[in-house]
């Protein structure tokens, strides 16, 4: 099967077939998705070398299980399930965990992915391809709410109008919070606005204006700092970006002023699930390009745009 494989660059290569290991099953993969993550990686984020990819919208392709011809998403981290972190529910942190396309697993710009049959999730018949992919970083936005149980009245500062700024804006406006969405690139706050996100540009942001809990989703290592800065005391900054350098945060502020912080990365399935089969979260406008997987180089190229949101790579022939 052809694979985007990474190795110093990014290259197409013939690569065979996985075989599944007992507990995995085989997975066909129809759709997949250009993640931020990706972007990192290959710029020496994590190390990684090998296939690159993790959210994907795919077939069970194993005749003897019972998911055989299933539309399925896969949760991201393959953990061992006895460890420590596993036994007390934090799979997500297994000590031996694979992550697939980012640590020591096969990623899914390929044709196939053999994956462990618990990671799967089965799509519901009303949610096409193209929404469905977007389970995995809805997932990322809906696990700050897993992590922390915020009250409706506090005020949300979200750093960062990009794929996942937006994901969380959409799940934060769901609460009812009082909410601003920052971007310091005026035509990202005119399309936030365009959906309904309450968006404004960063210049606008006066330095005393403070929110009690700051969302970074700006996806570069300035971000943490902005967000400090912009935090009431005794208040909580949530920090979804991940860069391949990390910046070195003010830590006697953090002191000073009793900051919580919060790293939050990979959340559950079945609530953004849900999210998208209410259609209570419409993700469709973030769709910025859609490309066939032989096109794959091209759609990298479009990804690196910061004007442009989800590139999705269309496997089906
Ligand atoms: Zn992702
Ligand atoms: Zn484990």
Same mark, same amino acid.
């Given at each position: ?11 197409l ?7 599944s290991?007992?507990?995995e ?5 129809l ?12 710029k020496?984020?994590?190390g990684f070398?090998g296939?690159?990819? &993790?959210e ?10 019972? %998911? ?5 998403v896969?949760?991201?981290n393959c953990?061992?399930?006895?460890c420590?972190?596993? %036994?007390?529910?934090?799979?997500? &942190?297994?000590?031996?965990?694979n992550?697939i396309g980012?640590a020591?697993? $096969?990623g899914?710009?390929a044709?196939?992915?053999s994956?462990?049959a ?19 970083p809805?997932a990322?936005a809906?696990?700050?709410?897993? $992590? ?26 769901l609460?009812g919070?009082d ?8 035509e990202?706050?005119?399309?936030a ?8 540009s960063l210049?606008?942001? $006066?330095a ?6 700051c969302?970074d ?7 943490f700092g %902005? ?12 920090l979804?970006?991940?860069?391949a350098?990390?910046?070195k ?10 900051f919580?912080? %919060?790293g ?5 399935f ?17 769709i ?17 745009n ?10 089906r022939?």
């Open positions: 099967m052809q694979a985007l494989f990474f190795e110093n660059e990014l290259l290569k013939e690569i065979p077939v996985p075989v290991a007992a507990g099953v085989l997975v066909k993969i759709y997949s998705a250009i993640c931020n993550t990706d972007l990192e990686i290959i020496g984020y994590m070398r296939v690159l990819g &993790h994907f919208v795919g077939k069970v392709t194993s005749v003897s299980h019972p %998911l055989y011809g299933k539309t399925v896969g949760e991201i953990s061992c399930g006895h420590y972190l596993c %036994l007390s529910g934090r799979h997500a &942190h297994c000590s031996k965990r992550v980012i020591g697993h $096969q899914v710009f044709g196939f992915i994956l462990p618990e990671n799967l999730h089965i799509v519901p018949d009303t949610v096409p391809g193209h929404i469905a992919i977007f389970t995995e809805l990322a809906v696990e700050i709410f897993e $992590q922390l149980h915020m009250k409706p009245s506090k005020s949300v500062f979200i750093f960062g109008a990009g794929k996942l700024g937006l994901l969380v804006s959409m799940v934060v406006r609460q919070f909410y601003t969405t920052f971007d310091p690139i005026p990202k706050t005119a399309f606005s365009t959906l309904g996100i309450h968006s404004k210049t606008e942001l $006066q005393g204006e403070k929110a009690e809990v969302i989703c700006t996806g570069n290592a300035e971000g %902005l967000a400090l800065e912009h935090l009431w005391p005794g208040g909580t900054l949530i979804k970006t991940t860069v350098d990390p910046s945060p003010d830590l006697n502020s953090i002191v000073i002023n009793e919580t912080i %919060l939050s990365r990979c959340g559950l079945k609530p953004a699930l849900n999210l998208l089969e209410r259609k209570l979260v419409d993700p469709s406008p973030l910025s390009g859609e490309y066939a997987f032989n096109d794959i180089l091209k759609a990298f190229e479009s990804a690196k910061p004007l442009n949101h989800k590139i999705i790579i269309d496997h022939p």
